[in-house]
T-cell receptor, first 114, second 109 residues
Framework: DGGITQSPKYLFRKEGQNVTLSCEQNLNHDAMYWYRQDPGQGLRLIYYSQIVNDFQKGDIAEGYSVSREKKESFPLTVTSAQKNPTAFYLC?????????????FGPGTRLTVL | GENVEQHPSTLSVQEGDSAVIKCTYSDSASNYFPWYKQELGKRPQLIIDIRSNVGEKKDQRIAVTLNKTAKHFSLHITETQPEDSAVYFCAAGYSTLTFGKGTMLLVSP
């Protein structure tokens, strides 16, 4: 179903702890994205990467970090600096290239801070 | 940056009626306008998209229109069915997308 996997599906974290969310794709897509979804807020862009070893901040990058060491992987770390991390996190990927095209989404990780 | 406004936030229709969801955008450089459907607890899935060189696109019961001059685009669903009930998101952009806040569509049998 789209070739994008996210793990875990549910994640619980204590305040003050860092946590890393996994995103893997086997679609050979160049671009990858992380979004945060809160009720009534739509999807907001956290970070994106157009190519391996390069990434850019999105609209709400504070308190998050990413890496893109491999084309198929784009992990997101939620740090203790993120003041309200409880949310549904979605990863997406896109083929890239000059012609704009569809973003495919992973199944999401629901993070709850206890 | 881009700003996308989506209306209405909720829409209730009877089965068989038509549903229309409207979005406006602010950045004239945006040239890609997808619509996603998201069922409860699941991932968003693309239902239709349109590029800035096209004014209208149809796919069976779903159509999208784009007015670049006015910077607005709309989703039209005809002959709605209960399985159309979901949250619908519009988006605008190019390599990155800005999403609207979503419309919850409820189709009653």
């Amino acid at each position: 179903d789209g070739g994008i996997t996210q793990s875990p599906k549910y994640l619980f974290r204590k305040e003050g702890q860092n946590v890393t969310l996994s995103c893997e794709q086997n679609l050979n897509h160049d671009a990858m994205y992380w979004y945060r979804q809160d009720p009534g807020q739509g999807l907001r862009l956290i970070y994106y990467s157009q190519i391996v070893n390069d990434f850019q901040k999105g609209d709400i990058a504070e308190g998050y970090s990413v890496s893109r060491e491999k084309k198929e992987s784009f992990p997101l770390t939620v740090t203790s600096a993120q003041k309200n991390p409880t949310a549904f996190y979605l990863c997406a990927s896109r083929r890239g290239g000059l012609r704009v095209n569809e973003q495919f989404f992973g199944p999401g990780t629901r993070l709850t801070v206890l | 940056g881009e700003n996308v406004e989506q209306h209405p936030s909720t829409l209730s229709v009877q089965e068989g009626d038509s549903a229309v969801i409207k979005c406006t955008y602010s950045d004239s450089a945006s040239n890609y306008f997808p619509w996603y459907k998201q069922e409860l607890g699941k991932r968003p899935q693309l239902i239709i998209d349109i590029r800035s060189n096209v004014g209208e696109k149809k796919d069976q019961r779903i159509a999208v229109t784009l007015n670049k001059t006015a910077k607005h685009f709309s989703l039209h669903i005809t002959e709605t069915q209960p399985e159309d009930s979901a949250v619908y998101f519009c988006a605008a952009g190019y390599s990155t997308l800005t999403f609207g806040k979503g419309t919850m569509l409820l189709v009653s049998p």
